[in-house]
């Protein structure tokens, strides 16, 4: 039995996507949802879904003791797997030292194209034939660990459609793969 926990920032739709998934199975757990932002959708996804759900704000910019607190938390749950959706922070060399190989991402782009924020739209804007997700493990770098899996789909006609079928194909694979992941653990 596994051990999952999400960190997100915003609006949360993947916490949702993956949330639904694991509690339909009964080999793995979603234990918890910690989130930087008070005004974070993905509280009410979590209250909803009554999934346990921690604040850790960074106050005046504060990561080590943000850090430290999630750590804590994270360990309370003898969590197995880190995943993160929409988390708007970099996390500290020390804290991936102490998490690594268990935190993982996923990325609306085909990296190593278009790293860090408003990737649908760059790789929109840029004329690409072909646009995609990407699931990491994390490392130091933005956006740069070991890629898990890529997935790719053509260019829709509207970058609104685009965007809505990049986030279709990331609720879809996210999930199972950090079921995967868990599996082989
Ligand atoms: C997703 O596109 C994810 O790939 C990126 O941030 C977005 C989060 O969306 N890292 P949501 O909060 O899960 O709806």
């Known amino acids: 039995m596994g ?15 993956i949330a639904e ?5 009964n080999t793995h757990t979603i234990s918890a949802l910690i989130t930087d932002q008070l005004s974070a959708y993905a509280l009410a996804r ?12 960074y106050f005046k910019k504060d990561r080590t003791t943000a850090e430290k607190i999630m750590a804590s938390i994270i360990s309370t749950y003898n969590t197995d797997l880190i ?10 060399p020390a804290f991936i030292n102490q998490f690594r190989g268990k935190i993982i991402n996923i990325h609306p ?3 190593p194209s278009y790293p860090g924020t408003n990737s649908i739209a760059r790789a929109y ?11 990491h493990y994390v490392d130091e770098g933005v956006d740069t660990g070991t890629i ?23 609720h879809e ?8 992941l868990l599996d082989s653990q």
């Open 46 to 57: 979590a209250k909803s879904l009554a999934i346990p759900y921690y604040v850790v704000p």
């Open 148 to 170: 898990i899996i890529q997935k790719s789909i053509p260019r829709a006609p509207t970058l609104e459609i685009m965007t809505e079928r990049i986030h279709q194909l990331e």
């Open 173 to 180: 694979t996210y999930p199972r793969i950090l079921h995967s």
């Open 3 to 17: 051990s999952l926990i999400v960190l997100a920032s915003g609006n949360g739709s993947n916490f949702q996507a």
């Open 109 to 111: 782009s085909l990296l």
């Open 125 to 135: 804007e840029a004329g690409e034939s072909q646009l995609g997700i990407t699931v």
């Open 83 to 92: 995943a993160l959706a929409g988390f708007m922070r970099i996390l500290s």
């Open 21 to 25: 998934y694991f509690n339909n199975l």
